[in-house]
């Protein structure tokens, strides 16, 4: 399966993924309405780090036993045919488990949602032609969505 | 002959997902005491609170079952189990032969002999299943006061969703905490405050001592410290503890049914999962009790797995609760009060009472065995590593501490290969 991969070394911590991240998980998928004018504003499923002059990204690895499927108490977390780990926010009752049972800190709070607690996290642009946006968003070409072992 | 489960909780969904991996044909039959399909019992509360509906609490999709084979007996309990001719007997009197036999039973909740006889009036109640949350919703409306006998995990959810529905709540809990099995003595500070906030009366180091009948409902409570209380409600909630009453004798039990690291018990062809064992412990580096979710739902897997054939090993249980009251969130894991298990603890604590964040780290010889996390959610599985990796503490003491975590600050050999890890975290060991 095909998922996303870092170089450290090629990435300038522009933070260009995440935007991109946000704004494709908008209703919008525009770039000032999506961050003023949409009821819930969009929190980034990519994560950069930077400290000095190291930045990197870094998001879900679609495990292949995926703890936070195995911690979500109602179903909301799941693991599609295909092998990626997506999330139905209507069954998800913001326990946090996720979040608590991830090792990769990749389940962020979903900060916005201000009436009910919920999470997000990369669904690789399920539907997205072309791909994940972070790819295309990322100037240096620092995010690689390829194929890797099975 | 089929594979056969008794139960039909996380435990026996991820085993017939672990079985379906190596075997995709033979039969699978659930037999289930509770009339429902898999659902995630942890939202009966959540239910009653309103968060979240009846038809979006089961755990998978209706077609689960059949696009897997598995054929359910929704209302039919196993009554005993026999090794020697490998069958199940059940309540319709009917008998079943399996070719593996998994026992995924759950929990049982206590109830001390004392309050027994109370659990027939219509407005006591346990509260660990579909049917409670249903006795509770017939007469929600015409209740007003609730005790709540027990202020752990199952107390407090009960507690939040009560209040949410605009009730009055009153908690006795025996220890001088609540919550006294996942939290540490400061953390639990957080939770009284906001179970006063949310005008919950909390009795401490108390418990009832009498009710009071009248009309089939119990109208009061006498507690220990003397306080009589006018309820309308009441609900038991001091613990579970395994439901292994039906099982064959032969089959090696302490409190929980003993299993190994592939999940099986002392006698061939039967395995256990889920709340009902104990199983191994990562951190205390031994069997024991640990009724959660999240490990229930990873020994089924590995459960399913074996009994279909492959041979792959458990890492272990890392204990682990995430739970809110409310707007305050706990996170632990492991051993929290590790003073009663090692003498050479040393305990690292970061506070921000500006914004009620708390986290404590509990380390022995260098190393993680616990920790407990008030309000500070962000990136806070990345801590599971150090439990199940040993990594030693004092190299990421300032990471571990801050609320910030993040990968940056581990060696970068190490970093590199995790954030890009192509499989994922691993779990399971092949042998
Ligand atoms: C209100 C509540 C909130 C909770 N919240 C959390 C939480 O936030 N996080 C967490 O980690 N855990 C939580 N738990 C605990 C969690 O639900 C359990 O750890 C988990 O359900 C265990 O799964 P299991 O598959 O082992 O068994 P169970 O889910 O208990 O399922 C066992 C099933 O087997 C059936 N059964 C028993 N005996 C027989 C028999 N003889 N024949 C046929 N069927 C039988 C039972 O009726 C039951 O349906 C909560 C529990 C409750 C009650």
């Known amino acids: 399966m095909k998922k996303l991969y870092f170089r450290e070394e090629w990435c300038v911590g522009c933070g260009r993924c995440e935007v991109a991240c946000a704004i494709e998980h908008s209703e919008s998928k525009h770039p000032v309405i999506s961050y003023f004018f949409e009821k819930v504003r969009q929190t980034p499923r990519i994560i950069v780090e930077r400290k000095g002059n190291i930045s990197f990204a870094n998001t879900c690895r679609h495990c292949e036993e995926p703890d936070c499927v195995n911690a979500c108490i109602s179903g909301a977390l799941y693991k599609d045919l295909s092998g990626k780990i997506l999330y139905d926010p209507a069954k998800c009752v913001g326990c946090y488990s996720c979040i608590m049972a991830c090792p990769y800190g990749a389940i962020m709070k979903d900060l916005n949602r201000k009436e009910r607690k919920q999470i997000v996290k990369c669904d690789l642009c399920n539907k997205r032609e072309g791909g994940p946006a972070c790819v295309e968003a990322c100037p240096n070409r620092a995010i690689v969505f390829e194929e890797r072992g099975e | ?431």
Request: charged share 25%; with cysteine.
């Open chain 2, 1 to 431: 002959m089929s594979y056969v489960i008794i139960g039909n909780g996380p435990a026996a969904i991820a085993a017939c997902e672990g079985i379906r991996k190596y075997d995709k044909d033979r039969e699978i039959i659930i037999i289930s005491k509770e009339d429902q399909y898999a659902y995630g019992r942890p939202l009966i509360t959540y239910q009653i609170a309103g968060i979240v509906k009846k038809e979006d609490m089961y755990l998978r999709r209706p077609e689960f079952y059949k696009e897997n084979n598995i054929k359910v007996l929704l209302g039919k309990e196993a009554i005993s189990i026999d090794s020697k001719s490998k069958t199940v007997k059940i309540s319709d009197g009917s008998s079943i032969g399996y070719h593996k036999l998994l026992i995924a039973s759950g929990g049982t909740p206590f109830v001390p002999p004392t309050y027994k006889e109370y659990l027939t009036k219509e407005n006591v109640m346990t509260f660990i299943k579909w049917a409670d949350m249903e006795k509770l919703e017939s007469i929600i409306d015409t209740i007003e006061n609730v005790l709540i006998i027990g202020g752990g995990l199952i107390g407090i959810k009960a507690a939040e969703a009560l209040v949410m529905r605009g009730k009055n709540v009153y908690i006795a809990e025996l220890s001088k905490r609540v919550l006294p099995t996942v939290i540490d003595d400061y953390g639990s500070y957080y939770f009284h405050k906001e179970l006063e906030k949310n005008n919950v009366g909390l009795f401490l180091e108390d418990t009832v001592d009498s009710f009071k009948i009248k009309k089939n409902r119990v109208e009061k409570a006498v507690l220990k410290s003397g306080n009589t209380i006018n309820i309308d409600a009441v609900i038991i909630a001091i613990g579970v503890k395994p439901e292994i009453s039906f099982i064959d004798k032969e089959i090696k039990t302490n409190v929980g049914i003993i299993v190994d690291d592939m999940m099986k018990t002392s006698v061939s062809d039967i395995y256990a999962a889920g709340d009902v064992t104990e199983c191994y412990d990562i951190v205390y580096g031994s069997k024991r009790l640990g009724p959660i979710w999240v490990s229930a739902s990873e020994q089924g897997r590995i459960a399913g797995y074996n009994m279909a054939g492959a041979n792959i090993t458990y890492r272990g249980r890392l204990l682990m609760n995430s739970i809110s009251f409310m707007k305050t969130n706990l996170t632990s894991y492991g051993i929290i009060n590790p003073e009663l298990e090692y003498t050479n603890v040393e305990v690292f604590e970061y506070k921000r009472d500006d914004l009620d964040i708390y986290r404590r780290i509990n380390v022995v010889n260098n190393r993680v065995v616990g920790a407990v996390f008030i309000n500070s959610i962000y990136r806070k599985g990345i801590i599971t590593r150090f439990m199940i990796e040993g990594l030693p503490f004092d190299k990421y003491k300032e990471l571990l501490l801050s609320p910030n975590i993040g990968f940056i600050n581990f060696e970068k050999e190490y970093r590199v290969k995790e954030i890009n890890s192509i499989t994922g975290y691993k779990k399971a060991r092949i042998v």
